[in-house]
Each structure stands twice: as structure tokens, then as C-alpha cells.
């Protein structure tokens, strides 16, 4: 409001002050017209013919260069222009910064080219826009109009977004009838998103590959192409003042937008050749009624000319007018919201979560409404191997089949409650903790940060389980049955963790768990190990720090194996029974292994066998040999220091010696242990620079030895 006020008092001050009149036609005592005029030698505009060589004008903004002689008839002009009022494509007022600069003109003046310049400012956050406009206009003697072409780039800055267009128009201008056609076409990116809220409702829900929540209201921008016609008429010329009426339509459509198809009016007021007022009024469906007010001023005149006629102008003195347009870019203001709300996003990786679905009757792209029907159909799809996803198997169904799991991926069924990390936290997936497990007869070849989750495993001609120079790795609330004359898990080379937790093995026949050359840190947790007729775990070349549970044996060769490692290993509970060779074997175990309990019975060489190694620890673990084995020990050690044997019961019926100690190379100690013999000898210990010490334990022997030293240092 303050500008259109300065506009209006420039305007007003500017009319009272600077405003010539020709001495014929005002009279400064009387203000009024000669009375004495003729009225007959009045014309029809129709019949009027103009001799542009008698027409003698000059121009205020002429002084400004001198005696160049730079324009013609028509001269610059400025000015400034106010808009009060919303309208098509633009909330709020806007002002603008005129410059009309004649370019060509012809002898006769019937021909001109000019330049248009304008710098526009918003009332809202003061952001500017602005128009570059070139264009030409010819006076038609013969139809007595006007007629002009003109193109424009046009800017504009919304505070949130910047918008650039190409636009133009032709207008017919005649000394009562005016007709304009405008086009606008907007280039570059049209379209721009500047907010968005997020409305939670704390369900979620799959939508395609993608799980989302909530609703989302996302805001945009986008600059509108189309076109506007208008035709007016002059209805009054008074005394310095015309007036004029316009009517027109208009078409605007942008992306994301409802067509606004409206119509438009304006009544303007020029009440003098430096100053206009004018209001109109526009209504389409999309910027509804809006109601505008414009207050403008130019120097020196609209038309450029100084001392040409203020009212009745006819089409003749209207080539030098600025063209009539939208200045402001139009921009809708859009409100889009999204029901299915906003991705789920993977704060690991940043990208949203991506699933891969699997479900009975599925035939499709492994979306939510079109699953695979398979995880075969799922794993050969490119987008799962490229990894960064979720295998999310929804059946209860048997499948055969190995697979290849890509990088950054897990692998889950909806049997246990399955659960994300979110940018909202930790979730729990839609339809998880159904209980519906699928069975799968065939092995699963791990990746670096995968996961394998919820499913039962068969598989009796191959590992169930293999990974190799990967790592992170997590295996977890899977049943593993496998009757392989291998390892039903086979780990090599890791790079990385490895977790089985929840995961119990069955195996028939080979080994349970095979770890070689890895140094990375490997856990069972409640995860046990049962072997038949075959052995439980077997680490080899290994560092880094290793945990089992339980692991159980019946009929195998070795139960636990453990050669060339410096990793830490510990062994919950580790059962053995009627182990071939030893339950418990330890060849150049360089790093350290505990043992918290478990019980050996009737192994063929020993209970216990503990070759070159250090840093070893029994404890709470039973070892039994029956009368009927005539060649095992229960302990039998050779090289080892720093060995410590609590709390544990040996009873040994056997042949063989209980505890045989050789070669000791470091303190070796038993506590809280009692050993019981029957016939024979009971502890041996033969060689080395070891100490030996026996605190709270008891040996005890029928029929035979208790202890027999040999060599010792």
C-alpha cells in the first residue's frame, strides 16, 4: 500500500506540474475550449487521414543528449508501476521499474523497433524478478491501426524458487479498439519442491518395493505456460483522460497443476499521457476471483511524446507504448499430499529400504502386490544380486535350491518378528511373527553384511552355510540340519564378524563348523552344536576371538579341534562321547582357550589332548573312561604352559594313565579337581621346566599308582 500511495502522489504531483498544453487548445484564465469552434469541420476518426511530416513533437528526455539527434518522433520513456492486489499466478502486490528505449525509427515514423526493460519487486519478501523485451510495431495507414510483435526472457525469484520463461505477443492497437495476444512458456526447471511435512500415524505399510508410514504434504512451485487475450474499447475521452475497458481469457497449465481457464477484465484510466489508474478482476479454478489495483507513472510520457495530445489518441501516436502483459512470472503454489506417507530409511546406508518379496501365487517383480513366487525367481532378479535389500519370504512352504546372497543384504521370512532400524527407530516389519517358516533344502552363500533369518535348513549333499573372504555376517533363529559328509558351516577367510545366534545345527557324518585362515571375531550364541557320528567344530589358522556354546558329539572322531590358531577361543560346554581319537584336541593353540564345563567319556587317545600350546583353561568338566578302553588317557598334555585344570572330576577305569604331563614348559596347575584311577598310574608327569601344582585336588587309586615323576627340572 505505501508503494501504490508514492505511486499516486508522484503521479498527481507530477500531472499538476509537468503536464504541457498546447497554447490553441487551453486557455490558463478561463479553462474552458474557444467556443468559437466549429463544429462542422469535425470528422469521423474514420476519415481522418494524418500527414506524419506536419506533426511537429519534441520530447522532455531530448534535452537529455544534446543536439544528437538521436530519435525521432518517438523518445524514452521511465517510469515506475504498482500492482496492489493478488492475481493470476502471484500472491501480493508487485512494482516494477520501466524502461522503453526507441531502437529504430523509420523516416515517416511508421515504423519502430525499441527495447522494453523492467526490474519487478514483490511486496511479499521483496524478491526481484525482471523482463528484457524486444520488439517492432507498424502504423497501417490504410486500416488505420497498429499493429506490433515482441519477445521477452523474463525472470523471477520466489524467495523458495527461481524461474525463467520465454514470452511473447502480438498487439493491434487503434484509436478505439485495442487487441492483445500474449503467450508464456517457461524454460529450464519449471518445477520446484521448497517443504514438506510429515504427518505420523505409527502404522506402516509396504507400497511396491518400499515400506512407508504416515502421510507426507509436500509443497511445490512450479512456473505455468499458456496464453491470455484481451480486447478493449475506449469509451470516453475527456479533458487529458481516457478511459478504456478490456475483457479477456486466458489459459495457464503447469506440472502437478488444475488448468486455470478464467476469464479477466480491467478498466483503465490514463488521466493524463504520465499518469494511469487502473482495477481489474480475473477469476479462474485454480487462483479463484482476484481483485487488483494499479497505479503507474511515466516520463515523459506513455506514448514518449512531449506535446502530442493527452486524450482521443489515435493509433498513429501509440507505435511507442510499452506492450500490455503479464509481467510476473505465474507460479502456482501447489499442496500435494502423499497417503502412502515417506520411505523407511536405512540409516546404515542412507537409501530407503528396499524389499524383495516372496509368497505363495506370486508371479510378478517381487513387489508387495506382485511378489516372486520363489526365492530362486527372487535371487535371479539383478536388482537382488546388486544387493542393499530385503529378501522378505512370506511362506510356509519347502523349496530346493542354493543361493547366492549379494552384498548388503538379509535374507527374512515372516516366521519370528523381524525388525529395522529407522530413521523412527527400531520397527517391527508388517506381517512378521507369523510363525510361517519356509523350508529350504540347498545351502546359502553369504556376502559382506548380509543376514539370514527365520528359516529351516536341509541340506545333505553340501555345506547348509559357506562364506568366504567376506565379513559381517549375521546368522540368526534358523534351524541348520545337515547330513554332508563335510562342514555344514563353512567359514573361510573372513574379513569381518560372524554371528550365529538362535541358529541350533544338527549334523550327521562330517564336521559342524570348519573355520579356517580367518582373523575376525566369530559367536555362537544359543546356538549348540550336536553332532552324530561326526565332530563338532574345527579352527585352523584362526585369530581374533572365537565363542561357541554348547557342542555336543556321539560317535565322532574329534569333538572340538583346534590347530595353529592365536585367536581366544571359548567353549561354553563342550560333550564328547566315544570320540575316536580325543574329545577335546589342541595343537600350537598360541592364543588362549577356555573351557567352562562338559563331559568326555571313553575317548580313544584321551579326553583331553593338549600338543605345544599355552594359556589354556578347564574347568567344570567331567571326563570318564571306561574299564573297557585300553588305550586312552583322560589328560594327556605335551608342551604346554600355563595350563589350569578346576573343578573338574576325572574317573578313569581304564588302561591308560589319568593325567600324563610332558615336557611342560610353563606352570600347570590343578585345583579344587579330584582324580580317581583304577589300576595303573594315575599322574604322570615326565620332562620339562614347568611348574606343577596340585591345590585342594585329590588323587586317589585302587590297585594301582598315584604319581610318578620322571626327568622333571
Excluded at 499442496?335 to 520411505?343: C, F, I, M
Excluded at 541340506?459 to 554332508?484: D, E, F, H, K, Q
Excluded at 566315544?578 to 574329545?583: E, K, L, M, Q
Aim: proline share 3%.
Amino acid at each position: 500500500m505505501t508503494r501504490i500511495c508514492l505511486a499516486i502522489t508522484v503521479a498527481l504531483v507530477a500531472w499538476e506540474t509537468c503536464s504541457p498544453l498546447t497554447a490553441g487548445s487551453y486557455n490558463p484564465i478561463s479553462l474552458s475550449f474557444d467556443d468559437s469552434f466549429d463544429d462542422s469541420f469535425r470528422e469521423s476518426p474514420a476519415s481522418v487521414t494524418i500527414y506524419p511530416e506536419e506533426q511537429t513533437y519534441e520530447a522532455d528526455v531530448s534535452e537529455l543528449f544534446g543536439n544528437l539527434n538521436l530519435f525521432g518522433r518517438y523518445h524514452p520513456h521511465f517510469g515506475y508501476r504498482h500492482q496492489l492486489g493478488d492475481t493470476i499466478g502471484r500472491q501480493g502486490g508487485l512494482s516494477s521499474f520501466d524502461l522503453f528505449v526507441p531502437l529504430i525509427e523509420n523516416h515517416d515514423s511508421e515504423w519502430l523497433y525499441f527495447l522494453d526493460v523492467r526490474l519487478l519487486l514483490d511486496d511479499q519478501n521483496n524478491n526481484l524478478g525482471s523482463n528484457l523485451g524486444l520488439g517492432v510495431r507498424r502504423y497501417l495507414a490504410g486500416i488505420q491501426r497498429t499493429i506490433g510483435g515482441y519477445v521477452y526472457f523474463d525472470t523471477r525469484d520466489t524467495g523458495v524458487a527461481s524461474f525463467q520463461q520465454i514470452s511473447g505477443g502480438v498487439d493491434l492497437l487503434g484509436d478505439r479498439w485495442d487487441t492483445r495476444l500474449n503467450w508464456y512458456a517457461p524454460i529450464g526447471e519449471t518445477r520446484t519442491q521448497w517443504g514438506e511435512t510429515f504427518s505420523g500415524d505409527g502404522t506402516y505399510r509396504f507400497v511396491g518395493h518400499y515400506l512407508k508410514t504416515g502421510a507426507v504434504t509436500r509443497y511445490y512451485q512450479a512456473a505455468m505456460s499458456g496464453v491470455d487475450l484481451e480486447t478493449g474499447y475506449k469509451f470516453y475521452s475527456g479533458f487529458n483522460t481516457d478511459v478504456r475497458a478490456y475483457g479477456g481469457i486466458y489459459f495457464f497449465n503447469a506440472q502437478g497443476s488444475q488448468n486455470a481457464s478464467g476469464w479477466k477484465s480491467r478498466i483503465e484510466s490514463r488521466i493524463s499521457d504520465m499518469i494511469s489508474l487502473s482495477a481489474g478482476v480475473q477469476h479462474d479454478p485454480v487462483f479463484k476471483t482476484t481483485v487488483n489495483f494499479t497505479a503507474a507513472i511515466q516520463w515523459p510520457s506513455f506514448s514518449g511524446l512531449k506535446d502530442g495530445p493527452r486524450s482521443n489518441l489515435t493509433a498513429y501516436d501509440r507505435l511507442g507504448e510499452s506492450p500490455e502483459r503479464l509481467r510476473s512470472i505465474l507460479v502456482d503454489n501447489q499442496t500435494v499430499e502423499d497417503p502412502d506417507g515417506v520411505y523407511l530409511i536405512n540409516p546404515a546406508t542412507g537409501n530407503p529400504f528396499y524389499f524383495m518379496h516372496v509368497a505363495i501365487g506370486g508371479n510378478s517383480d517381487g513387489s508387495y502386490e506382485d511378489p516372486y513366487s520363489t526365492l530362486a525367481k527372487a535371487f535371479a532378479d539383478p536388482r537382488t544380486q546388486q544387493g542393499d535389500l530385503i529378501v522378505y519370504d512370506h511362506r510356509n512352504s519347502a523349496e530346493t535350491g542354493n543361493y547366492i546372497v549379494g552384498p548388503d543384504t538379509r535374507v527374512l521370512s515372516t516366521g519370528p518378528a523381524q525388525y529395522i532400524n529407522t530413521e523412527f527407530g527400531v520397527l517391527q516389519l508388517p506381517d512378521s511373527n507369523s510363525g510361517l517358516t519356509p523350508q529350504i533344502t540347498g545351502s546359502f552363500s553369504m556376502n559382506n553384511n548380509t543376514e539370514l533369518n527365520g528359516f529351516d535348513l536341509f541340506n545333505s549333499s553340501g555345506p547348509s552355510i559357506t562364506a568366504s573372504g567376506v565379513g559381517n555376517i549375521l546368522v540368526s533363529r534358523n534351524t541348520i540340519t545337515n547330513a554332508y559328509s563335510g562342514s555344514a558351516i563353512q567359514l573361510t577367510s573372513l574379513t569381518g564378524s560372524a554371528i550365529f545366534d538362535q541358529s541350533p545345527l544338527t549334523k550327521t557324518n562330517g564336521t559342524g563348523v570348519s573355520v579356517l585362515n580367518s582373523s575376525t571375531d566369530i559367536t555362537f550364541t544359543n546356538s549348540p552344536i550336536t553332532a552324530v557320528n561326526g565332530n563338532g567344530v574345527n579352527l585352523l589358522n584362526t585369530r581374533g576371538t572365537i565363542q561357541f556354546g554348547q557342542i555336543t558329539t556321539t560317535n565322532g572322531d574329534i569333538s572340538a579341534s583346534l590347530v595353529n590358531n592365536s585367536a581366544g577361543v571359548t567353549i561354553d560346554s563342550l560333550n564328547s562321547t566315544d570320540a575316536a581319537t580325543s574329545g577335546l584336541v589342541l595343537n600350537n593353540q598360541t592364543g588362549s582357550l577356555t573351557l567352562n564345563g562338559g563331559t568326555f567319556s571313553n575317548s580313544g587317545v584321551a579326553g583331553v589332548q593338549i600338543l605345544n600350546s599355552q594359556n589354556i583353561t578347564l574347568r567344570n568338566i567331567t571326563i570318564a573312561t571306561p574299564v573297557t578302553n585300553t588305550t586312552g588317557d583322560s589328560i594327556l598334555v605335551n608342551g604346554v604352559s600355563n595350563l589350569l585344570v578346576s573343578d573338574n572330576t576325572i574317573t578313569h577305569s581304564g588302561a591308560g594313565t589319568s593325567v600324563s604331563l610332558g615336557n611342560l614348559a610353563g606352570a600347570v596347575t590343578f585345583d579344587q579337581s579330584t582324580i580317581n584311577k583304577t589300576g595303573g598310574l594315575a599322574v604322570s608327569i615326565n620332562g620339562g621346566t614347568g611348574d606343577v601344582t596340585f591345590t585342594n585336588s585329590a588323587i586317589t587309586n585302587t590297585n594301582g599308582d598315584g604319581l610318578d615323576i620322571q626327568t622333571a627340572a
